[in-house]
């Protein structure tokens, strides 16, 4: 049968987005399946999509579209009510557009995936198709005046699905649709290709959009209950969104700058959860919990708060994750507790979770939409004369469960950091035909002259879909020719241009191990590091480390009136007596400050940064000055400060660090503004990972 999703815009990123491409990557593997988008906003999609899936839209708002004036455009849309989230996006020229495409539909099921899509579905879908609703908000969730326009118009459905039991029965009981059952079908996940988490580092992993609904306040306040019981975990939380400046001024008051950290955005996210040990979701309502599930199948325990729908139907309390009462701080602290504090409880749970979540695998799930549209067909057949029910699925030996990408611009290349040094890189491409591709890494110079290019030795396997499968290492000898600095991988044939590749999952969890073996056993000889990263625009990059000498910032306090910064000195030289920690004014008017380091053993070192004298001398209403190392005092050679050895690229925003207000000791001679006020004095990470601080009147 041929399965057609309409959907708001599958050009950007969203849990429903993610879910509906999950499901019609399953549903390809027998059936034709197409994904109709009303907007188009982007050149590519956020998340891949297979080319067995054609993927099309309505209505074209790039910049430079005729779409973006059309007739019609301004006029508010005759079928979204008012209320629906979305109204805003439509018009009468998206109706009239969303309209044609439903009446002349070739497809045996059309699937809408919101309530003002499926108001569409159901109105105007030709006779001919199947009208399937998903409902991916929780039922009540939904405006009054959105769920009257539904009473009235769904009849026309054939099936309506929500992706929870619990609010299939709300919708029954608050909504019920006449001669309409729905049905409670879970979102699907697929089996991550990175391995599971051995649930033994330190880190509690929490992911989703930066919402007040997600509660990580409470999170954030729950692991502050902890952090003095349990001083060697960290909090990471990934996501984008509105809530992050008040959940940074939160770390801040409650003394976790370092321990609780703000990650943003990160795709694909199952390299993160793996990281961890334990899940955490703590959100005041959940319309299924998608974190939870790609949690669980990364192999973490979860620690979850019992929303109205959502968790409790995934989680298996005390099996493989612990229920705890919604909104309250003091259970979820109970039961972060009882996981941090007991490894082989995490282990068991981890792998029970592991098993447990196997049930939401996409070609489970899609086996049962299928039979909800076989059972749909079956009573449309009874009731309308003359409707000729969808053809079965192909035949399983006629098609493969995973197709190539159309040209190796479309792949995505996965990068495992290893124990050892090395990084692995893997993709899968279309055939060869007449390339012969290799990897290559290309320098990409910040200024000065670009190195050489590197080609990587490339292993070819042909895959039984048609695809190639290229595979290369990166040794940790290689950074001699790297050096220090950023790269761009690509890969190149003979007959063919560079082609910078697309990032997929970076297992870098081997580098957690790494940087505390550096911070506690500082190597006498070069230090090296190899992290890959994703750009902005999904390119994957490398960033290298090469320095015969290099400081490494290991924590930032900020207390009364004072910032004291510890590290470690990697190198051939020692930190002698009298080591001095200088504070040097960035531009013309050059300045610097000195303190003595205290030496705390295993190159090990601690300084107060001398904030008041810089506060005191300083010329201009912002200056930026620079944390320098001076291991000898009768060597005048400096090492840079740095926060750069992590597994994760922006130290910059994850290590965010408040502000000190400063009033000076005595009047300056020099300062162009005497601070009669506080001067503001942060320290920060530079995009390069070098450390330093900003002297801001303001």
């Known amino acids: 049968m041929k399965i057609s999703f309409l959907i708001n815009n599958i050009y950007g990123i969203g849990g429903t987005n993610r879910t509906v491409i999950n499901l019609a990557e399953a549903l390809s593997v027998h059936h034709d399946v197409e994904i109709v988008s009303v907007f188009r906003r982007a050149n590519t999609t956020k998340f891949e999509i297979s080319p067995r899936i054609t993927v099309r839209a309505l209505v074209d708002l790039r910049p430079g579209s005729a779409d973006r004036s059309a007739a019609g455009s301004k006029e508010p849309s005759e079928v979204v009510p008012r209320q629906e989230e979305f109204y805003a996006q439509y018009s009468r020229f998206t109706d009239e557009r969303i309209i044609r495409e439903l009446r002349k539909t070739d497809a045996d099921v059309v699937v809408g995936t919101r309530p003002s899509l499926n108001l569409f579905v159901a109105a105007h879908t030709r006779d001919g198709a199947l009208r399937v609703a998903q409902e991916h908000m929780t039922h009540l969730a939904i405006p009054p005046a959105v769920r009257a326009e539904m009473a009235r118009v769904y009849p026309r459905l054939d099936a309506i699905t929500t992706v929870t039991e ?41 992911a989703g959009r930066m919402h007040r609904i997600k509660r990580y306040d409470l999170l954030i306040r729950a692991f502050a209950g902890l952090a003095e019981e349990f001083p060697d975990w960290q909090l990471r939380i990934y996501g984008d969104g509105g809530e992050a400046g008040k ?55 979860v620690v979850s708060t019992d929303c109205p729908v959502g968790p409790r139907e995934i989680l298996r309390d005390g099996e493989d994750g612990f229920l705890v009462p919604n909104g309250e701080v003091e259970g979820i602290t109970w039961g972060l507790r009882r996981l941090m504090a007991d490894e082989p409880l995490r282990r068991a749970m981890g792998e029970a979770a592991l098993r447990n979540a196997a049930r939401y695998d996409p070609a489970a799930v899609a086996d049962r939409y299928v039979k909800l549209f076989e059972d749909a067909a079956r009573r449309r057949a009874a009731a309308a004369r003359g409707y000729r029910a969808p053809a079965g699925p192909r035949k399983a030996a006629a098609v493969q469960a995973t197709v190539p990408p159309t040209a190796l611009g479309a792949a995505t290349v996965d990068v495992t950091a290893d124990g050892a040094g090395w990084l692995h890189f893997s993709a899968d491409g279309p055939g060869e035909g007449r390339h012969r591709w290799q990897y290559v890494l290309r320098h990409k110079p910040s200024g000065g002259n670009r190195s050489p290019d590197l080609p990587l030795r490339t292993s070819r396997t042909h895959l039984d879909n048609g695809g190639t499968r290229y595979t290369a290492a990166l040794s940790p000898a290689s950074l001699e020719e790297l050096g220090d600095g950023r790269w761009q991988v690509t890969m190149r044939s003979a007959k063919s241009a560079h082609v910078h590749m697309k990032a997929g999952l970076r297992d870098t969890r081997a580098l957690i191990d790494a940087r505390a073996r550096l911070v506690g056993r500082p190597p006498t000889g070069p230090t090296t590091w190899n992290l890959p990263y ?27 009136g004072a910032i004291t910064l ?67 005092p009768l060597d005048r050679r400096k090492v840079r400060v740095c926060h750069l050895l992590e597994d994760f690229p922006d130290v910059k925003g994850a290590y965010a660090y408040p502000s000190l207000p400063l009033v000076g000791d005595e009047t300056s001679e020099y300062a162009v503004v005497h601070p009669v006020r506080p001067v503001w004095v942060r320290p920060y990470c530079s995009a390069s990972g070098a450390m330093a601080m900003n002297v801001v009147d303001r």
């Open 166 to 206: 619990a609010d299939a029965r709300s919708f029954m009981e608050n909504t019920p649709i006449p001669g309409i059952s729905v049905v409670g079908i879970p979102n699907s996940v697929p089996q991550p290709t990175v391995e599971p988490s051995d649930c033994t580092r330190k880190i509690v992993v929490s």
């Open 247 to 301: 959940l940074r001024a939160l770390v801040t008051e409650l003394g976790l700058n370092g321990r609780a950290l703000l990650m943003g955005g990160f795709s694909p996210i199952e390299s993160e959860w793996a990281k961890g040990s334990i899940a955490a979701v703590t959100s005041s309502a959940e319309s299924f919990g998608m974190t939870l599930v790609e949690a669980m199948r990364c192999g973490l325990p």
């Open 534 to 560: 994703a750009q902005p625009n999904g390119r994957l990059m490398l960033r290298t480390v090469l320095r015969e000498e290099h400081a490494e910032c290991t924590g930032v306090e900020i207390g009364d």
């Open 566 to 632: 510890r590290g470690v000195l990697c190198g051939g030289r020692r930190i002698e007596p009298g080591a001095l920690f200088v504070v040097s004014r960035r531009g013309r008017y050059g300045k610097n400050f000195t303190v003595p380091v205290q030496v705390l053993g295993r190159q090990a070192f601690r300084a107060e940064v001398p904030v008041r004298r810089v506060v005191d001398h300083r010329l201009e209403r912002w200056e930026d000055w620079d944390w320098w190392l001076q291991p000898d």
